[in-house]
């Protein structure tokens, strides 16, 4: 079964508003990151968290880290209509060899 | 100058065909992988070498073989290529000798096969 699973599968919001996307996984990691995809492109990182850190921010960025619950949230403020795109989740296990697992990504579509 | 670049972006090709997809990385990495991407978009790997050697090998049908002459370079050959090989691949690469590291993309590779 895959490690990470985002919730929700797809979000459309208007222009401006927050949106909020949510990872859970499995298994013990060395840190979380937060990939995005446009349409048809490569996945381009966006923000890494350690396991040992709670919340951090990039711009209107802001992701938190429980790893009580396994879960993480990602927090894009004043959305704007490029950043449509797909978010994903990953982690990297601790295997001995960085190894990122991912989610199925939430379909985010900002509405002008 | 383009930091992961995979080579052909699409690839259409027939059932039972042998193809080859390349990829170069000009970012100094130790590691390198291959990524599938499903009609579903789900992610998964497939192969990590790191300096040449492989280090992790999912559960992927010996018909995919991974090449990595040097450091810079993973290619990912197929033999007897299957409808279910459609998919996108991706090739990544990220330094493992610091923890907590990002990996870059490369922008995929379209495979069809008919």
């Known amino acids: 079964s895959q490690q990470g699973e985002e919730d929700p599968q797809a979000l459309s919001i208007q222009e401006g508003e927050n949106a909020t996307m949510n990872c859970s996984y499995k298994?013990?990691?060395?840190?979380l990151q937060w990939y995005r995809q446009n349409s048809g492109r490569g996945l381009v990182h966006l923000i890494l968290?350690?396991?040992?850190?709670r919340e951090k921010h990039s711009g209107r960025l802001r992701v938190t880290l429980d790893t009580s619950k396994k879960s993480s949230s990602l927090l894009i403020t004043a959305s704007r209509a490029a950043d449509t795109a797909s978010y994903f989740c990953?982690?990297?296990?601790?295997?001995?060899?960085?190894?990122?697992?991912f989610g199925q990504g939430t379909r985010l579509t900002i509405n002008p | 100058d383009t930091a992961v670049s995979q080579t052909p972006k699409y690839l259409v090709t027939q059932m039972g065909n042998d193809k080859s997809i390349k990829c170069e990385q000009n970012?100094?990495?130790?590691?390198m992988y291959w990524y599938k991407q499903d009609s579903k978009k789900f992610l998964k790997i497939m192969f990590s070498?790191?300096?040449?050697?492989?280090?992790i090998n999912e559960t992927v049908p010996n018909r995919f073989s991974p090449k990595s002459p040097d450091k810079a370079h993973l290619n990912l050959h197929i033999n007897s290529l299957e409808l279910g090989d459609s998919a996108v691949y991706f090739c990544?690469?990220?330094?493992?000798?610091?923890?907590?590291?990002?990996?870059?993309f490369g922008q995929g590779t379209r495979l069809t096969v008919v």
């Open positions: 970012l100094g990495h130790d590691t």
């Open positions: 968290i350690r396991s040992n850190e």
């Open positions: 990544a690469s990220s330094r493992i000798g610091q923890t907590n590291t990002e990996a870059f």
């Open positions: 298994t013990s990691i060395n840190n």
């Open positions: 990953a982690t990297d296990v601790i295997q001995g060899a960085q190894k990122l697992v």
């Open positions: 070498y790191n300096n040449k050697e492989l280090i």
